[in-house]
């Protein structure tokens, strides 16, 4: 997109102010605020901000309040034909207000810049985000500032009654959604995540809090930020998925103002994306419409009483027409609602209203407009809502809106009763402000939980029940009352009519019913089998299966059919459920673990809870017709044992009462018994069933049921049930078979099929695999080295099995990471420790193969990653399992797919925030240069890493050694691979660079830091002695020149590999050959042929050099409190800083030669920082002795000093140029030297200088050298 072009075509010749600014009374009377508005108005300048009106108003210049957004200034300017300033003593940016700390979004505001027309005016430009309405907003705060008197210092010369221009770029606030990147990020979400996500807009934080501290049910799956057109970070949207649900919560966060037609443009993004639901939960800006005037919102009785209300609608807006152009009322909207209205009562903090208007400011919200809207009597006011349900209605009119509102701004000590759930009276306002917004964000996700039935049902939906209990006769209802909670006496394990903690529920498709049962059944089968038996009054059911066939799934779906049943009156069988499984649970847990008498606890425990049972089931039975639904039988021998008698009672009294016993069993040796005592009884009904067969069969209620259950997709268990049935020989394997496989419990068989379908098995047997899937569980596990000679016994496996041993690891690597993001809790300390190392070449390189195999494999591994970071950071310190998040940080750096680029620079960008930039202690080395190299690979600037490399030489050091472990030109002796360089020759690590060089071969970032590398081990062996046990010398200078002319490298290296081979090819220092050249080399200017001037014995440079520093050190202040008032406002100051300066910014003449001023070009500029770059590198690996505060920011320094921006680069600027002024008094003194323009050369030098400071400095020397004898004066007595 050309922004350009949207300020050119949008280009608005001013805006016509509100009408109802100019109706401000000079005592405010006018606003609805009254004597509250000036308190108002007053808070939103700062001081800086307010001195900045009072010098405008008083040198009258005018002041614009400007529509656009920050670092946009070149383009409306540009458009305004307006320039920076050419006063160098008039700052172009004045300080910005600091950004509002307790917030996370909504917290930059509008900054002040000032400009220069061609008139040669000054315009005072207050910059706000490009929003019509909140450019109003500033706008008639700026009027008010001045009509209320509320600057000092003001002089007779200014004219508060001066108009203060607005303009606004209506085309660019039109494309908000595109320039901002919202569309793009929008564009990289699965749309899945969009058409069934629900959009937050507002205080976002507080949702994201209150989801934050729910990792069981929410887990964050995508992150974006905005990125796009030198936009850095305006907004972030996170998507939650619930865990246990079919929706996911997408929070948008803005981290400027924005007001209005802004924000329904926004809004309108997401709802064109797809997103059916959006909720804005906002700050009550304003007062209330209530009666005949606004309210105190928080006034008992009077106004809002909870600190929350919700506008029920309908909406209405006041809007901008650019037709007429003038703000016009608009068509009423009432979008429909996700949260009905009767949830609104039930949070006592909640106040429903209905009626509500959005109005352009709230400076604009005087009498006047109260009056005009009173027809439509509305009840609150803000500046946006209305606004939103406009643009919600008008993209898609069956989408929803919801609001919440906040009434922060009004909460004081007195108010503070009348919070639902508020503290006390202790608290300061900023905490009770939390409360509200607390309290607001937990109701809403309560809300949508509920909605979306995703919340913990309470006795299976007691609305629903109570609804149809109505309708049953009164011994029905009497029954389902006494079992709505289960009774006291009930032990925990009986399920009258109770939730299971993890039902997936399968719903029945009715078909006719089948005569017999003779094979493996579909679940719909077994639906028409029970009620076929259900009919027959003869039968008891016996369903039987494998161990993990999939009963236990089924028998909560026939429960729950069961009981849905007799709620409608379709049967009159009361279904009872006893999960034995649980029984035994809490028979474990109910006695103490003492070895020797635990057996015998359990027994006691388990006899006395079953003759419980007995009593009830038995009470049951007399009672009236009673499914007894029994799982679990099998879980233990004990309880089949004690159960065995009970069960057989129930089975013969059950058919006489009109009742049924469903026995869920299985198909083993030992439980034959159960078969043993009902055998002879005709009275049974079998039915097989195993899940595993039912997927097969295609049943994909079953399969859904499967997945819910285990947290799995379709793809992975699929996969999983085809390779279990191939390696068990059985058609059908059972469930907990193809979960075992899935979860990596049957290693061997998982090694064997990766083998099978990676590797093929034509030149492999079973045995051969069967080895390696050993050594690679030792690499991981047992975390032994490849390397190791342990693993010497490998050789016997055929060609090519380190590189089978290298894929299982990675392999293994990535199902423990994928594992680790999919735990609910706390991870395990054991897991970690077992992958807290860095991993080798050729393990990391089948770990990139393998997560790159498919978009998909991408995605979701980075998304596990993302999960398993954010679980870290959370849950251990900084310094903990530091290599375990290297190889999150590398593989961060490793996608090749957009949303997973996304997803792994978002973790980079969170890690490199947490870095300290002063420890390198441990891991912290590793996983800066881990997190550095990831982002240079994604495409970031690796300026820093480069950086840390010159600037630290154990950083070098590391980064050597670590090419060297990784590329086995040094043993493999520290797992972490955080030794330094030893030394050693460096075939492999020249080898792999020379493949790296190979078109195609690597990423550009790659070669660049293996450039660097390879750079560094030639200076550093050359300085050694042992360069050539790697590569002859002249080759070795050969390649240094190779890579400085090298297409695609960054300047960094260039630089490093220019001096790094002159410095090969003399042997001598580069800094002492630099030093060499300052003596040597003379200065340029004083024998400039274009000027006619002539020195014979011209100063060197190094002459001038040191002129310099001993003038900053004899005439500079101390500190900043003596510097010139003007200066004190351009920044901070230092005088260490500008001798450092000082110190280093001829230094490169001394290699490069000196230019004259008029000769130079930027490429001049851009060499001597190359040099910069080389002493600074060259010093890091050859170990020459430079004090490191020197040689660590000599780059910094040079550049500072180049740009002329901060005042200590301006000071230094001006002292270097006084210093010629002092040379010139001596040369006036030389009759052999002519300088016939020495006059304009004064002249020319002192309208150069930019600090009054130096100017004032200069000014006392010169009048105190004027009228002096210079030849007496220069003439020192020896």
């Known amino acids: 997109m050309n922004l350009r072009l949207l300020y050119q075509q949008g280009a608005d ?45 008083n040198l009258k210049w005018r002041i614009r309040v400007i529509g656009a957004y920050s670092g946009h200034e070149s383009l409306w300017m540009d458009v305004l034909g307006e320039t920076y300033p050419s006063d160098a003593s008039i700052k172009r940016f004045l300080p910005r207000p600091a950004v509002v700390g307790h917030k996370k979004f909504n917290k930059h505001r509008p900054y002040m810049l000032i400009t220069q027309q061609p008139s040669g005016d000054l315009v005072l430009n207050v910059v706000c985000f490009p929003s019509r309405e909140y450019t109003q907003q500033v706008a ?97 949207i996170e ?103 009767v949830y609104y009562d039930r949070c006592s903090a909640i106040t429903k209203t209905e009626i509500h208007i959005s109005v352009p400011s709230v400076i604009g919200e005087t009498r006047t407009q109260e009056q005009a809207y009173r027809g439509i009597n509305p009840v609150t006011v803000d500046n946006e809502i209305s606004f939103m349900a406009y643009a919600v209605s008008r993209s898609n009119r069956a989408a929803t809106f919801d609001c919440v509102h906040v009434a922060t701004d009004f909460v004081t000590a007195a108010y503070s009763t009348h919070w639902d759930k508020q503290g006390g009276l202790d608290q300061d306002n900023r905490s009770k402000k939390r409360d509200p917004l607390r309290i607001g964000a937990e109701f809403l996700i309560e809300a949508i939980e509920e909605i979306k039935n995703t919340a913990p049902r309470r006795c299976a939906g007691v609305k629903e029940l109570r609804r149809k209990v109505k309708a049953m006769p009164a011994t029905s209802r009497d029954y389902l009352r006494l079992h709505a909670k289960p009774p006291a006496d009930y032990p925990p394990w009986m399920h009258p009519i109770r939730e299971y903690e993890r039902l997936a529920t399968l719903p029945a498709e009715r078909k006719p019913l089948l005569a017999t049962a003779k094979s493996l059944l579909s679940l719909n089968n077994i639906y028409d089998l029970l009620s076929d038996a259900l009919n027959n009054s003869s039968y008891n059911i016996d369903i039987k299966g494998n161990p993990g066939g999939g009963k236990s799934l089924a028998v909560n779906a026939l429960y729950y059919e069961l009981l849905d049943q007799f709620r409608t009156r379709h049967t009159p069988l009361r279904p009872l459920l006893l999960d034995l499984k649980q029984l035994e649970r809490y028979a474990i847990e109910s006695t103490e673990a003492v070895p020797n008498g635990l057996l015998t606890k359990q027994h006691k425990y388990l006899e006395n809870e079953l003759a419980k049972a007995d009593r009830i089931v038995s009470a049951e039975l007399s009672a009236g017709p009673t499914a007894i639904i029994i799982d679990g039988i099998d879980t233990s021998s004990p309880a089949y044992a004690l159960h065995r008698g009970h069960l057989s009672k129930w089975r013969k009294q059950a058919p006489h009462a009109g009742s049924k016993v469903i026995a869920f069993l299985r198909k083993s040796e030992w439980i034959r018994g159960i078969t043993h005592t009902s055998k002879d009884d005709p009275e049974e009904y079998r039915i097989n069933i195993n899940a595993a067969e039912l997927v097969l069969s295609g049943s994909e209620h079953l399969l859904d049921a499967v997945c819910a259950v285990y947290g799995k997709n379709r793809s992975d268990f699929s996969m999983a049930l085809n390779c279990a049935r191939d390696y068990t020989g059985e058609r059908s394997p059972s469930l907990r078979t193809v979960v075992h496989y899935l979860q990596g419990k049957a290693k061997k068989n998982y090694f064997l099929d990766i083998t099978r379908n990676y590797f093929g098995t034509k030149d492999h047997s079973s ?141 980079l960008k969170e890690a490199l925030l947490n870095l300290s930039d002063t420890d390198f202690s441990g891991g912290n080395l590793s996983l800066h240069r881990t997190v550095h190299i990831s982002l240079m690979i994604l495409g970031e600037n690796g300026a820093k890493y480069f950086r840390y490399l010159r600037q630290r030489p154990n950083f070098d050091a590391i980064n050597r050694g670590f090419h060297l472990t990784y590329y086995h030109d040094q043993d493999y002796s520290d797992p972490s691979m955080e030794s330094a360089d030893r030394g050693g020759p460096f075939h492999n690590t020249l080898s792999q660079f020379d493949q ?63 001096w790094a081979a002159h410095y090969l090819h003399s042997g001598v220092s580069i800094v002492v050959q630099a030093i060499i050249g300052l003596k040597r080399e003379p200065r340029a200017g004083w024998n400039y042929s274009s000027s006619s001037r002539s020195t014979p014995e011209a100063e060197s440079v190094a002459d001038h050099s040191m002129g310099a520093i001993l003038l900053a050190r004899a005439f500079l202040p101390n500190d900043s409190s003596h510097l010139d008032e003007t200066d004190r406002l351009l920044g901070s100051y230092s005088k260490a800083t500008v001798i450092r300066m000082l110190e280093v910014h001829d230094l490169a003449e001394g290699l490069l030669g000196d230019k004259v001023q008029p000769m130079r070009t930027q490429k001049d500029d851009e060499n001597e920082l190359g040099v910069m770059v080389g002493i600074s590198a060259l010093a890091a690996a050859e170990g020459v002795p430079i004090p490191m ?15 002329e921006e901060s005042l200590n680069g301006k000071i230094a600027a001006d002292i270097d140029r006084i210093e010629s002024l ?15 323009d020495s006059e304009n050369f004064v002249k020319e030098v002192r309208s150069r200088l930019s600090t009054r400071t130096v100017q004032r400095i200069w000014d006392g020397l010169d009048q105190e050298l004027r009228g002096k004898d210079l030849k007496s004066l220069c003439a020192l007595p020896r």
């Open 996 to 1058: 790296m060089l190979q078109p195609g071969k690597a990423r550009e970032a790659v070669h660049a830091i293996t450039a660097y590398t390879v750079i560094s081990l030639c200076v550093n062996r050359f300085k050694k002695g042992c360069l050539e046990d790697t590569l002859k010398l002249p080759s070795a200078i050969s390649l240094l020149q190779t890579l400085a002319n090298k297409e695609g490298m960054p300047s960094e290296v260039h630089h490093y590999a220019r």
């Open 767 to 907: 045995v051969e695999h069967e080895c390696a899937a050993e050594i690679a569980y030792s690499i991981v596990v047992d975390k032994v080295p490849p390397e190791n000679a342990r693993l010497s016994w490998s050789r016997r496996l055929v060609s090519g099995s380190d590189e089978i041993t290298a894929y299982f690891a990675a392999r293994l690597i990535q199902q423990r990471i994928q594992s680790l993001s999919t735990r609910p809790r706390r991870l395990s300390v054991n897991d970690l420790k077992l992958m807290d190392r860095v991993f080798s070449h050729h393990i990391n390189h089948q770990l990139k193969r393998i997560m790159t195999e498919s978009p998909e494999i991408e995605y979701r591994t980075a998304a596990a990653i993302q999960s398993v970071w954010r679980k870290l950071t959370k849950s251990f310190a900084v310094q903990d399992f530091m290599h375990f998040k290297s190889v999150l940080m590398y593989l961060c750096g490793r996608f090749t797919t957009e949303p997973a680029c996304k997803i792994g620079a978002t973790i």
């Open 13 to 57: 010749p001013g805006l016509e102010p509100l009408p109802e600014l100019s109706q401000l009374s000079d005592n405010s009377a006018g606003h609805t605020m009254g004597n509250k508005l000036v308190d108002y108005v007053s808070t939103k300048f700062t001081k800086e901000q307010k001195v900045a009106f009072t010098t405008a108003r």
């Open 140 to 236: 008639g705060l700026v009027q008010a500032l001045f009509k209320y008197n509320l600057l000092d210092q003001l002089t007779s010369n200014g004219s508060p009654g001066q108009d203060i221009e607005v303009r606004v770029f209506p085309q660019l606030e039109d494309k908000v959604g595109s320039w901002t990147g919202l569309h793009n990020s929008l564009r990289h979400i699965p749309p899945d995540i969009l058409k069934r996500g629900i959009v937050v807009f507002g205080y976002v934080e507080e949702i994201a809090n209150v989801l934050k501290r729910r990792p069981n049910d929410y887990s964050l799956v995508a992150l974006e930020d905005s990125n796009a057109f030198a936009v850095d970070r305006m907004f972030e």
């Open 1189 to 1203: 505060h020197v040689c660590s920011d000599m780059e910094e320094q040079l550049a500072e000093f180049q740009a």
């Open 1222 to 1236: 002092f040379q010139l008094v001596v040369y006036r003194a030389d009759p052999n030297v002519s300088i016939p």
């Open 239 to 341: 998507a939650y998925a619930h865990d246990k649900g079919n929706f996911f919560l997408l929070t948008f966060g803005f981290h400027h103002t924005y007001w209005g037609s802004s924000s329904a443009k926004l809004l309108a993004a997401f709802v064109d994306a797809g997103v059916k639901h959006a909720i804005y939960f906002a700050k009550l800006g304003s007062r209330i419409f209530v009666g005949p005037d606004y309210k105190d919102p928080l006034n008992p009785g009077r106004g809002i009483t909870g600190g929350l209300t919700t506008p029920g609608g309908p909406y209405y807006c006041v809007h901008y027409d650019a037709v007429s152009p003038k703000y016009r009322l608009s068509r009423k909207v009432q979008p429909p609602k996700l949260i009905p209205s």
